[in-house]
T-cell receptor, first 114, second 113 residues
Framework: DAGITQSPRHKVTETGTPVTLRCHQT?????MYWYRQDPGHGLRLIHY???????DKGEVSDGYSVSRSKTEDFLLTLESATSSQTSVYFC?????????????FGQGTRLTVV | AQSVTQLGSHVSVSEGALVLLRCNYS??????LFWYVQYPNQGLQLLLK??????LVKGINGFEAEFKKSETSFHLTKPSAHMRDAAEYFC???????????FGTGTKLQVIP
């Protein structure tokens, strides 16, 4: 299994509080992604990173920010959590070199905003 | 730019029947294509991938997919569905060359006994 660790795995937080989710990889892959998964919407890209300090927005980036200060860590921050951000969040990594372009996923973080 | 379209957010089949999950892609360069499976309350795992070596790709658990350039399709099939195949399936595309992977919205497969 690819070395991807998401923390925390479960979190309950109150509306209006900031929340940070962490993704840690041991594979030295270039790309890291944050997705949210909601019933009826499948997997939606929030932000992704293509290198240290290089990030870009995905399709549902409003209300989220990211940072990548080291190759191995990609942080997702909900600046002021809202109930609409209750979701399961997945981190993924990929390399894109040669035929090894597939993405590998973490186990997910279930976030509940009350 | 690249994209994938999965036709049908929900598919139901009887146990033992053919499974067919549809995926069409758009890519400006020859793509790498993937199918992922997600079992309930788990992360996504790679089922199979197309990397231009062969148009018919075999994956785990008896699944296979065929790359058809003329139809821009990469449909997933399995001859005989099993109850354990009930899961959500995602198609994905990458142009390779250090480009990001793009996912479809997923198809939930229900297997009826």
């Amino acid at each position: 299994d690819a070395g991807i660790t998401q923390s925390p795995r479960h979190k309950v937080t109150e509306t209006g509080t900031p929340v940070t989710l962490r993704c840690h990889q041991t594979e030295n892959h270039r790309y890291m992604y944050w997705y949210r998964q909601d019933p009826g919407h499948g997997l939606r890209l929030i932000h992704y990173s293509y290198g240290v300090k290089d990030t870009d927005k995905g399709e549902v980036s409003d209300g989220y920010s990211v940072s990548r200060s080291k190759t191995e860590d990609f942080l997702l921050t909900l600046e002021s959590a809202t109930s609409s951000q209750t979701s399961v969040y997945f981190c993924a990594i990929s390399d894109g070199e040669g035929v090894n372009t597939e993405a590998f996923f973490g186990q997910g973080t279930r976030l509940t905003v009350v | 730019a690249q994209s994938v379209t999965q036709l049908g957010s929900h598919v139901s089949v009887s146990e033992g029947a053919l499974v067919l999950l549809r995926c069409n892609y758009s890519s400006s360069v020859p793509p790498y294509l993937f199918w992922y499976v997600q079992y309930p309350n788990q992360g996504l795992q790679l089922l199979l991938k197309y990397t231009s070596a062969a148009t018919l790709v075999k994956g785990i658990n008896g699944f296979e997919a065929e790359f058809k350039k003329s139809e821009t399709s990469f449909h997933l099939t399995k001859p005989s569905a099993h109850m354990r195949d009930a899961a959500e399936y995602f198609c994905a595309v990458s142009p390779g060359g250090y480009q990001k992977v793009t996912f479809g919205t997923g198809t939930k497969l229900q297997v009826i006994p």
